[in-house]
């Protein structure tokens, strides 16, 4: 999931308000750092951030949408930091999903869905032609 490799097809832009609670894999509660999920896709996130981890550095995540229904609002995993994106805005990690390939696809999917169907990507509008033809 490089950042200039996505196929906007598959990801969603979580402007609605996703946030992604992180630490790294053993690290102490007070570790954990708060950031807002700016993209995801099958496989993985964006997250903004301003103190990015290593590249490589395995992380313990909460995912949590304010849109969830009880019991269904945060989505645990672990993940991979995979590249940083430090030079535009907004800054922040690629995080990669290790736990599974369920997660890594139908999970994730899964999970979206059940937040709001309204969710999914809209296609993409057909533009009004009919200045165009119109016959004399």
Do not use: C, K
């Amino acid at each position: 999931m490089q950042p200039n490799q996505r196929n906007s097809n598959n990801y969603r832009s979580a402007a609605w308000g996703f946030l992604a609670f992180y630490r790294p894999v053993g690290a102490d509660d007070r570790d954990e750092r708060l950031a807002v999920v700016e993209d995801f896709g099958p496989g993985g996130l964006f997250i903004a951030t301003d103190d990015p981890p290593p590249v490589g550095t395995v992380l313990q995540l909460r995912i949590y949408s304010h849109t969830g229904p009880a019991g269904r609002s945060v989505m645990p995993a672990h993940a991979i930091v995979r590249w940083h994106r430090q030079s535009v805005s907004p800054r922040g990690i690629g995080v990669q999903f290790l736990d599974s390939e369920e997660l890594a696809t139908t999970g994730m999917e899964s999970w979206l869905d059940s937040l709001a169907p309204s969710l999914r990507p809209a296609p993409d509008p057909v533009p009004d032609l009919s200045g165009f033809l119109s016959v004399n």
